[in-house]
Structure formats: C-alpha cells, structure tokens
C-alpha cells in the first residue's frame, strides 16, 4: 500500500507540474510514466507520437507483434514478470554469436545487426529502442529500402552522436513511432513507454 501510496502521490506531482493539454488520455498515460520512470519534467515538452500512433502500437502488441529491444538493459527494465503476465516474449540479439559474428565480417555495430537479424526472423516488430542510434539508423534504412517488415518503433536512443538526428529522421520517416526530440532518452524512457504502452493493449 505504502508503494501505492507514493506512485499515486508522484503521479499528483506530475500532473500539477507540467503542461500535458496537447496530448490525448492515452497519450497522456505514456508521457507520465516516462515522467515518473526518468524524474525528467522535461519530456512533457519533447515526447513527440505519430498519427494515431498509440492506436497503432496497441493494434501491433494485439495481433502479436514480435517485441525486439536493442540492448539487454531495455528488456531488463520492462521486465520477463511483465512481460509473462501479458503473454509476450522479448527479444534482444545483442549478445547472440551471429550477430557478434556478423558485426565483424561487414564492419557494422552489433546493434545494426541486432536490426536485421530480426528483419529476417520475424513478420511484424514491435521495436524498443533506448539506447543505440545505430539499431534506429538500421531500422530507417530498411524502411527507405523497402524491406522492412511491419513495425512499430519506440524510438528513445540517447547520447551525442546521432541520437538526436535518428529521432528526428524517425519523426519524418513514414513509420508508426513514439518518440522525443534532443539528446535525452534511454533505456529506463523506451522501456517505461513500453510498459505504458502494453498497459493500454492488455487493460492493466
């Protein structure tokens, strides 16, 4: 109760703090707990959703959109409980030989091929994506080819280098995306936008 207690007391703070009048209930849900998981007031201002871009995030964890995160500590924050108790699995390939493998024969960083090994596995992705400008950068790049399958992309890499210029090619790419503008991110914000996100497909 006591832990209630505080996440509805933090949620209180949240909404007398900051501005959310430009997003819709359900958007609304997912920037707060991006607020909440990051401490950051700040991306009331920056989380950026395409066209009916929860709609179709909902619809994808639906029809059983296979989940792929780009680094462990993604998957790690969403968590293998959450993720049992909606009936998914998550998916990280950075450490798997392949890729390793792959990422030295064709001189590209193992996120990159963390991207196009689940290209080729799997016939809709749901993509978490909180660390790595390079696994989004590759997610863009099948899209202008026309190779990628079916997606829906959270989009939240951090740092200096390309991180900001990856979000701003996913806001201007044709692709169903949660997202936010600068060099914030990371993988507690993608990992908490998917948990709020999934919150909303499963009821919870």
Same mark, same amino acid.
């Given at each position: 109760?006591?832990?209630?207690?505080?996440?509805?007391?933090?949620?209180?703070?949240?909404?007398? =703090?900051?501005?959310?009048?430009?997003?819709?209930?359900?958007?609304?849900?997912?920037? *707060?707990?991006?607020?909440?998981?990051?401490?950051?007031?700040?991306?009331?201002?920056?989380?950026?959703? =395409?066209?009916?871009? +929860?709609?179709?995030?909902?619809?994808?964890?639906?029809? %059983?959109?296979?989940?792929? /995160?780009? +680094?462990?500590?993604?998957?790690? %924050? $969403?968590?293998?409980?959450?993720?049992? *108790?909606?009936?998914?699995?998550?998916?990280?390939? $950075?450490?798997?030989?392949?890729?390793?493998?792959?990422?030295?024969?064709?001189?590209?960083?193992?996120?990159? /091929? /963390?991207?196009?090994?689940?290209?080729?596995?799997?016939?809709?992705?749901?993509?978490?994506?909180?660390? =790595?400008?390079?696994?989004?950068?590759? +997610?863009?790049?099948?899209? &202008?080819?026309?190779?990628?399958?079916?997606?829906?992309?959270?989009?939240?890499? +951090? %740092?200096?280098?390309?991180?900001?210029?990856?979000?701003?090619?996913?806001?201007?790419?044709?692709?169903?995306?949660?997202?936010?503008?600068?060099?914030?991110? %990371? =993988?507690?914000?993608?990992?908490?936008?998917? &948990?709020?996100?999934?919150?909303?497909?499963?009821?919870?």
């Amino acid at each position: 109760m006591k832990g209630q207690q505080i996440e509805r007391k933090s949620f209180e703070i949240i909404e007398s =703090s900051v501005d959310l009048g430009r997003f819709d209930r359900f958007q609304q849900a997912i920037v *707060k707990r991006i607020i909440h998981a990051s401490g950051d007031l700040e991306f009331a201002k920056l989380i950026e959703f =395409s066209h009916d871009a +929860v709609e179709r995030g909902i619809a994808a964890l639906r029809e %059983g959109y296979s989940v792929v /995160c780009d +680094v462990n500590m993604v998957k790690t %924050g $969403i968590t293998e409980a959450f993720a049992s *108790k909606i009936g998914i699995e998550l998916h990280c390939f $950075i450490n798997d030989p392949d890729v390793i493998k792959r990422s030295r024969l064709e001189n590209k960083t193992r996120a990159e /091929c /963390c991207i196009l090994k689940a290209n080729e596995m799997f016939d809709g992705i749901v993509f978490v994506i909180g660390n =790595s400008p390079t696994a989004l950068l590759e +997610v863009l790049r099948l899209n &202008r080819l026309g190779v990628l399958k079916p997606s829906f992309v959270l989009g939240f890499p +951090v %740092g200096f280098v390309d991180a900001e210029k990856s979000k701003k090619l996913l806001a201007e790419s044709n692709l169903p995306y949660i997202t936010n503008r600068g060099t914030k991110g %990371g =993988s507690p914000v993608a990992a908490s936008a998917f &948990r709020a996100l999934a919150g909303l497909a499963f009821d919870l």
